[in-house]
């Protein structure tokens, strides 16, 4: 009885484990989606320290709303495939698991959101800031809104 709990707990701590890095990769490629410059080149060819700043804060905000997403609450009534009477292990982490991409996909349009807004009320450009003058200030404050968006989310979601 025992073993089998730790071997059932065990293969969802690698399912949300090996969901959590697809949902790190997604936001990667979110970020290089909304960021109209090539950060890869930026961080790892030109050492821009400012464009690493903001890669950094993405990833932070992707982890608050990773955590928000796999820990959420989760309406088990609305998914018809689970059992009411008798619901199944592995129905209920299917519900979960759609919960949670749903939860990452609003959060990512969140920040994606937050990104064009900083964009819009900002009176300089924050690319041509972090890409070509390397401002290391601007790549602290788009790091932190991306991070204040993910612990909002995380607010609401958790």
Known sequence: MVISHFINVSIEILIYFLVSILC???????????????????TSIEKNLAAGITEAGFYIAMAIIVHASVSGVVD???????????????????????TTAIYLLLGLICLSLGRRSLDWVTPFDLNKEIETERNVGVGAIEASIYISIAIIIHGIIV
Do not use: C, H
Not at 26 to 39: E, N, Q, S
Not at 76 to 98: H, K, Q, T, V
């Open 24 to 42: 790190l990769f997604i936001g990667r490629k979110v970020l290089d989606w909304i960021t109209p410059y090539d950060l890869n080149n930026q």
């Open 76 to 98: 088990y009534d609305m998914f018809s495939f689970i059992d009411s009477e008798n619901p199944s292990r592995y129905s209920l982490l299917g519900a979960e698991l759609i």
